[in-house]
């Protein structure tokens, strides 16, 4: 109860804090301070070399081809092993590095991979990735990379994941409060909602 | 496995490896916490599965007999919570309290796990390849005469099979067995109109008259009759809104919700339905010879003095009844659980003949047309049976599936000791119950949410519109999810397995019960609404992805044939001083008949009357308890000529004084840790007196004793103070009595 209590009150202080400098003077997107703890994972995965540029050796890969329910549900999805599979059965060259060989590991005994969450919000935050999906990729066409970088930041570098900002309430309020064209065309302008019931049901 | 080769129950399998997420209590200065829970991919994933967002898969509630069809919500591999099926007849996408515990049985800590064996006065646990060898072991040698197989009501393909394995046995001894069922109502309704369960038309009727039947709480199929009731109490129907009385002598869900309750003096239920009958003559009905010249003799006068029910009140009805038409007369469990059970039922099936209700609001059912898998519904004769053949000792191996005989056996059938006396008996058990604890080898059963089944229904609803008459349905049960504990099994798989045993060849083909169903389904396709033609994969899944079968029926039919020949109704007498109150033990719409009890939903769901959680209680009419001195939450001892129990007070003006109430489904001394423990169980001091015709235990033939223990506690209950500490001061639950309401507007 004091935890909760003790949740609480930062939320809504961050809350107030947030609503009244959101739209003014919006906090940097990435400080320091926000970056969250390297995380260990079963498998080093290597965003950079799926997601990244072409000209620094990576191959661009639509972020949604793996987490393909971001668009259609609230979480994002870690992919199955299946998926990984399907495009690494005929990749020859890379069969035989270390984390290739843990990943058909972990495929022949058919054992899911344990990763751990690098964006956990608490049990009474309910974020939804497909609404921000929606909006900003498919009704207001801005690219995937800016779209899912919003929160995730610049993955294209990364190996594992590694939280890169704040995710708490005033961090979120902030964006909600910022205008944003409605769609790709127009002028007009709305912001997210800012609703309690919108995030905490 | 390759990609795209994977089936439902690989993925199944998946996710009972994944899915496990270590929460951990975060409360740090941050909201997010990284790195801590694992969020588990998974290895495979069929394309109608997206994280986060539900599936439904149709399946059959095991809760109680009703049989009403759900959906079980799915989300990443893990049944969250049962839905109605929107397209069945039976429940039309609703559920009962009861039902939606039903994934807390499967998900329950005190489920058996493993096979156990018992030695001496221990248990160990063995593989089930040494509990299935043991089984056969005993079973060479033991002759067919000598094996009996008790289970509760059973139908579908378990119930094939296990007729099957009975056969290879050479045993014709199959007990099936029902602590609370319908067995008089059965019996009088075959005798009085052709049939043992006719369709009742609540929706149809103008005035409903129930002796007791609560049938929007506990009764035959009571999700079903809350459908029926929510249209018969729509002003916007043709026939208006209909008017419900309710006569019982303790209140029940039901009367509470009726327009007049009618507390009856115990077991009078008859006369007074004579009574009516008599009445209505004098009002101008025309009453039928036969039944006249029985009924005359219940004068008003007569009646009320008999029934405590006022003249005035009984002229009162005849009217209503007269003046609405069709009506409906039911009898339920209030007005059979007597030695004279069935003269009252067959006395109050009279009304519906005389009220012309016959084929109007008692409509013909239908029966699906494979005798092999259509129910077997279970009474209480049949455990006496059994209960005389284990005392005689010609039983030496005892199955036991889905029952709890040590528990709601009433002590003086001594059936525990009789039991005992069997060489070895086996108990299929999903919880350690008395009669698992009482039993040599038990084997641990998957839930319903696990396993896989067909379910004919004993009350058959139809939908409306042509073909109504012949509907019959067959529903699936399927597994939503794997098993919460690796090593359970299906009932089906362990009897396919000692089918094996006696006759490998004949069933060598199934590898499982899974197999054997999915032939013997494809098998009938055109019988099951499918064409010879269809594809085996493509009419498998869709049948099953729709849960409900719908077959053409052998349809029945009603007739008009209660007769008055033979009827004899006894005169009451005063009760035994030593004695006197009469007994009623209750079903409550969640408790039933305790079968359930483990599952803490329901014990802490309040009573609808009482709103008491977490224990039994004794109804007391508060006249009745002004007289014994006995105030609300005095822990009282109600004593029996067969047993006693103790427990605490409720002052109730919905009793009648010369009766009291308590719950039955409490009081286990085994089972789990929501059960054991809580209140008292009625069962064991009912006195052994049965129904004269159908054998059936008459419930409420006991007659009590009250006295405090001078204890008192504060009842754990939902209602305030003004219930509890008032109920026996007048004005708080009964506003106007009975036979001051205004009747002349429902009329
Ligand atoms: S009446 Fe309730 S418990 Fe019985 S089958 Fe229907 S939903 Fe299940």
């Known amino acids: 109860m004091k935890c909760f209590l003790r949740s609480l009150t930062l939320l809504v202080g961050l809350f107030f804090y947030a609503s009244s400098h959101a739209t003014d003077a919006l906090p940097t997107l990435t400080t320091p301070d926000d970056v969250g703890p390297v995380v260990e994972q079963p498998i080093e995965f290597p965003h950079f070399r799926h997601a990244g540029d072409a000209k620094d050796g990576g191959m661009q890969i639509n972020c949604m081809y793996c987490h393909t329910y971001a668009r259609r549900s609230m979480v994002a999805g870690i992919p199955p092993i299946q998926k990984c599979i399907g495009c690494h059965q005929s990749i020859e060259s890379v069969r035989d590095k270390p984390r290739i060989q843990k990943l058909f590991e972990y495929w022949d005994a058919k054992k899911p991979i344990p990763w751990k969450k690098v964006h956990d919000l608490p049990d009474f935050v309910r974020f939804n990735h497909e609404r921000h999906i929606q909006r900003f990729y498919f009704q207001q066409d801005r690219p995937y990379q800016e779209v899912c970088g919003y929160c995730h930041g610049n993955v294209k570098a990364m190996t594992v994941a590694q939280r890169q900002k704040p995710i708490t309430m005033g961090w979120c309020a902030s964006c909600h409060q910022k205008d944003h064209p409605v769609s790709a065309n127009s002028s007009e302008t709305g912001h997210g909602p800012n609703d309690c019931f919108t995030c905490h049901k | 496995m390759t990609e795209n080769d994977f089936s439902r129950r690989d993925f199944l399998k998946v996710l009972g490896w994944g899915g496990t997420a270590v929460a951990l209590s975060g409360c740090g200065n941050t909201s997010i916490q990284d790195g801590q829970e ?34 079980g919500r799915v989300r990443e591999g893990r049944v969250l919570k049962a839905e109605g099926n929107p397209n069945s007849p039976i429940n039309r996408g609703r559920m009962c309290g009861l039902g939606l515990s039903g994934v807390q049985a499967h998900y329950n800590p005190d489920r058996v796990r493993e096979p156990l064996l018992r030695t001496g006065d221990k248990g160990e646990t063995i593989t089930w390849d040494k509990a299935l060898g043991l089984i056969n072991e005993k079973l060479n040698g033991t002759k067919g005469t000598e094996i009996a197989f008790v289970t509760g009501g059973m139908s579908g393909h378990v119930q094939a099979l296990l007729g099957n394995y009975m056969d290879e046995l050479g045993s014709k001894n199959h007990f099936s067995y029902e602590a609370i069922s319908p067995a008089v109502l059965r019996a009088a309704n075959k005798k009085a109109y052709g049939e043992s369960m006719p369709r009742y038309r609540i929706d149809k009727a103008r005035v409903v008259v129930s002796f007791g039947a609560d049938f929007l709480g506990a009764w035959v199929s009571p999700v079903h009759f809350s459908q029926q009731y929510a249209q018969f109490r729509k002003g916007s129907r043709p026939e208006g809104r209909g008017v419900l009385v309710q006569i019982e002598p303790k209140m029940t869900l039901t009367g509470a919700n009726a327009d007049r309750w009618i507390a009856v003096r115990p077991g009078t239920e008859g006369v007074l339905a004579l009574g009516i009958i008599n009445a209505l003559g004098k009002a101008g009905l025309s009453i039928p010879a036969d039944i006249a010249a029985v009924s005359h003799e219940y004068t008003t006068e007569r009646t009320s003095k008999e029934t405590d029910v006022s003249a005035e009140q009984i002229e009162k009805l005849a009217a209503l009844l007269k003046e609405r038409t069709p009506s409906l007369v039911l009898a339920g469990g209030a007005a059979e659980g007597y030695a004279h059970g069935s ?29 092999q898998i259509a129910p077997t519904v279970g009474s209480r004769s049949s455990l006496i049976a059994l209960n005389d053949g284990l005392a005689a000792g010609k039983y030496k191996v005892v199955f036991s599936y889905g029952v709890n005989p040590v528990f709601s056996a009433p002590a003086s059938m001594k059936f525990k000791d009789n039991f005992a006396k069997a060489d070895f008996k086996v108990a299929f058990a999903q919880y350690m119950d008395e009669t698992a604890l009482a039993a040599d080898l038990i084997l641990p059963l998957d839930s319903a949410m696990e396993d896989w089944a067909t379910v004919v229904p004993e009350y058959m609803a139809a939908p409306e519109g042509a073909g109504s008459n012949a509907y019959a349905q067959m529903s699936f049960r399927q597994p939503m999810m794997e098993k919460v504990f690796p090593d359970t099994r299906g009932v089906g798989d362990i009897l396919l397995a000692l089918l094996k045993q006696r006759t490998a060849d004949k069933y060598k083909e199934f590898e499982d019960f899974y197999s054997y169903l999915r032939s013997a389904v494809l098998k009938n396709k055109v019988a099951l609404g499918g064409k010879a033609g269809d594809d085996d994969e493509v009419f498998w899944n869709e049948t099953l992805s729709k849960g409900i079968v719908p077959l053409k029926g052998i349809a029945g039919s009603v007739s008009a044939k209660a007769s008055a020949a033979g009827l004899k109704l006894p005169v009451p007498t005063d009760a035994d001083p030593s004695y006197p109150l009469r007994l009623i033990p209750a079903v409550s719409a969640s408790m039933r008949d305790g079968r359930n009890a483990n599952e803490p939903w329901l014990q802490e769901s309040p009573d609808p009357l009482t709103t008491i959680v977490w224990d039994s209680w004794v109804e007391i009419n508060p006249k009745t308890a002004a007289k014994l001195g006995i105030v609300e939450g005095d822990i009282v001892e109600v004593t029996s000529k067969s047993g006693s129990i103790k427990t605490q007070a409720y002052l109730f ?85 009975a036979d001051k309401v205004d009747l002349s507007k429902e009329v």
């Open chain 2, 343 to 371: 003269q009252n039922a067959a006395a109050i099936a009279l009304l519906n003949r005389v009220l012309g209700n016959v084929g109007k609001t008692l409509e013909a059912s239908a029966s699906v047309p494979f005798p």
């Open chain 2, 38 to 71: 694992t969020v588990t991919s998974y290895v495979t994933l069929p394309s109608y599965v997206t994280p986060s967002i539900s599936n439904y898969f149709n399946s059959t509630c095991a809760q109680c007999d009703a049989g009403c069809n759900i959906m």
């Open chain 2, 653 to 737: 003006p919905g009793i009648h004084p010369d009766a009291v109430s308590v719950p039955v489904g409490y009081g286990h001394e085994a089972m789990g840790r929501y059960a054991r423990g809580v209140g008292a169980n009625v069962f064991g001091m009912l006195d052994s007196v049965f129904d004269k015709e159908t054998g059936e235990l008459a419930l409420n033939e006991t007659s009590v004793k009250i006295s405090k223990t001078g204890q008192r506690v504060i009842i754990v209950k939902e209602e305030g103070p003004v219930g509890g500490s008032q109920a026996g001061k007048p004005k708080i639950a009964v506003q106007v009595s």
